[in-house]
């Protein structure tokens, strides 16, 4: 079993600037890619950012520029610098990795998510 942990969502200011964090943890080989989502009331769970094992990343057009998605491999963790934060930025985000198990399969993630709120 595999858990994902999310930390440092929270209120800020539009403007501001927030730092989540994603840890992974359990009976983990490798993770593979590495995402963060976002699900704002009434709307579908969009894809923020993305990056692979090798570093290699993929964003939403709508926060490039503004939002840095990094890894580090040897704690299994996955960050999102969030910069210029805006109002349309509010939603609940989500950790994704998809995860090679010891039992050797390979299996797809959540974390339980994180509310980011840009209101001033």
């Known amino acids: 079993q595999v858990q994902l942990v999310e930390s440092g969502g929270g209120l800020v200011q539009p403007g501001g600037s927030l730092r989540l964090s994603c840890a992974a943890s359990?009976?983990?080989?490798?993770?593979?890619?590495m995402g963060w989502y976002r699900q704002a009331p009434g709307k579908q769970r969009e894809l923020v950012a993305a990056i692979t094992s090798g570093g290699n990343t993929n964003y939403a057009g709508s926060v490039k520029g503004r939002f840095t998605i990094s890894r580090d491999n040897a704690k299994n963790t996955v960050y999102l610098h969030m910069n210029s934060l805006k109002p349309e930025d509010t939603a609940v985000y989500y950790c994704n990795a998809g995860v090679l198990l010891t039992s050797g399969r390979l299996w797809n993630y959540w974390g339980q998510g994180t509310q980011v709120t840009v209101s001033s």
């Open positions: 359990g009976s983990i080989v490798s993770i593979n890619a």
